[in-house]
């Protein structure tokens, strides 16, 4: 093979793999954000438990 195929084919699965870090980071992210609105949730079910 041509070493500029190889050249290529680096690229080509840094970007793909760059892109498979950014999607993974991003669904770190929401997650973190879901799992504080639950807390925050919980929280103000539990005082309105308490109220009642």
Known sequence: ???RNFQY???GFAV????LAAYLL?????ESKLRKEVDTLKRMLEERENKG
């Open 26 to 30: 991003t669904l770190v992210a929401r």
């Open 16 to 19: 793909a793999w760059f892109l």
């Open 1 to 3: 093979m041509d070493e």
């Open 9 to 11: 084919m680096f690229y």
